[in-house]
Structure formats: C-alpha cells, structure tokens
Nanobody, 124 residues
Framework: QVQLVESGGGSVQAGGSLRLSCAAS????????MGWFRQAPGKARSFVAT????????RYADSLKDRFTISRDNAKNTVYLQMNSLKAEDTAVYYC?????????????????WGQGTQVTVSS
C-alpha cells in the first residue's frame, strides 16, 4: 500500500522553527518529485514547496522562500520541510505529496499520492 506519513508538527511560538518529515512507502520514491502543501482553517489547500526526484531543483511559494527549505533523502524514502522564523499565519495542517508529472505541479490535482497531514500551530 502506498503511504505518506508526515511527522514533526506541533506547537511553537512565533519566531521559532520546526522540521517536518514525510516517510514514503509502497512506491518507488526516487522516481517521484515531492511537494508540501498546507491548509489553514477556512482556507483552501495551498502550495508550499516542491523538490525534484534527484534534488536537482526546488520551488517555493513566493511568500515562503526566505524561511522554508525543502530537501529529500532517497536512501531513507523521506522528504523534509525545514521551517524557520515561523509566523502565526503559518498555522495550518501540512501535507506531503508525490507526483510523477514531468512538469512538477504546484496544484493539488497534479499529485498522485497524499499523506494525512500534520498540524503546525504558531502562537504569537
């Protein structure tokens, strides 16, 4: 069975940091590009970051580029999201996703597999 399991979420004060992990299984992880999305209460799920299958390229939402870093370890079938200088507006459920699309998408419909999400709460 295909599984994407996020971890590392929690509560943190504004200005703090968190490192999210997403462990993948049930598919050939190294053949897929990976993405992170987030969804705040009452808002649509939005793009956070993507990384290519070989870590050769990354892309971020413009508002997050200076604070967030995506990375992956194919030997561990894991993708990471380092989040620094967190703000209250970063509060959301964070999801990881996998795509086989040649053109790495930034939309929800472009991804094949999704995790269940991990809650990040930033207090001010």
């Amino acid at each position: 069975q295909v599984q994407l399991v996020e971890s590392g979420g929690g509560s943190v004060q504004a200005g703090g940091s968190l490192r999210l992990s997403c462990a993948a299984s049930g598919f050939t992880f190294s053949r897929y590009s990976m993405g992170w999305f987030r969804q705040a209460p009452g808002k649509a799920r939005s793009f956070v970051a993507t990384i290519t299958w070989n870590s050769g390229g990354t892309r971020y939402a413009d508002s997050l580029k200076d604070r967030f870093t995506i990375s992956r370890d194919n030997a561990k079938n894991t993708v990471y999201l380092q989040m620094n200088s967190l703000k209250a507006e970063d509060t959301a459920v964070y999801y990881c996703a996998a795509t086989s699309d040649w053109v790495i998408p930034t939309t929800r419909s472009g991804y094949d597999y999704w995790g269940q999400g991990t809650q990040v709460t930033v207090s001010s």
